[in-house]
């Protein structure tokens, strides 16, 4: 899923697949990648880089694991799988829980 938005919940792109304007805009990042290293780092320099974003959001190319940090939380929150893989519409439902709660509690 790509460029997701409902009028009740953040605006989710996916990077690289979302176009500059809408990953400059998203509240919710996602990135798929191959290693945990690969996706802490990304996830350091996400919110430099993407001013829109509270959420970030990196996620195994193969679902068996996704790393997700808050803006201004400074902590990386790891979360795996259990039998099926998550695959990005699962991840993206998750999130979208996650957002909506931090956004009630401001």
Same mark, same amino acid.
């Given at each position: 899923?790509?460029?997701?938005?409902?009028?009740?919940?953040?605006?989710?792109?996916?990077?690289?697949?979302?176009?500059?304007?809408?990953?400059?805009? @998203?509240?919710?990042?996602?990135? #798929?990648?191959?290693?945990?290293?690969?996706?802490? +780092?990304?996830? $350091? *320099? /996400?919110?430099?880089?993407?001013?829109?974003?509270?959420? @970030?959001?990196?996620?195994?190319? #193969?679902?068996?694991?996704?790393?997700?940090?808050? +803006?201004?939380? $400074? *902590? /990386?929150?790891?979360?795996?799988?259990?039998?099926?893989? @998550?695959?990005?519409?699962?991840?993206?439902?998750?999130?979208?829980?996650?957002?909506? +709660?931090?956004?009630? *509690?401001?």
């Amino acid at each position: 899923m790509h460029d997701i938005t409902d009028d009740l919940g953040p605006a989710i792109a996916v990077e690289p697949d979302s176009n500059r304007a809408r990953l400059q805009s @998203a509240d919710v990042l996602l990135a #798929d990648h191959p290693t945990r290293e690969s996706g802490v +780092r990304w996830l $350091g *320099r /996400v919110f430099d880089r993407y001013p829109g974003c509270s959420i @970030a959001v990196a996620r195994h190319e #193969d679902g068996r694991w996704w790393l997700i940090t808050i +803006r201004g939380d $400074g *902590r /990386v929150h790891t979360c795996r799988s259990g039998a099926e893989p @998550a695959t990005r519409a699962v991840v993206e439902r998750l999130v979208e829980g996650i957002y909506l +709660r931090a956004v009630s *509690r401001t």
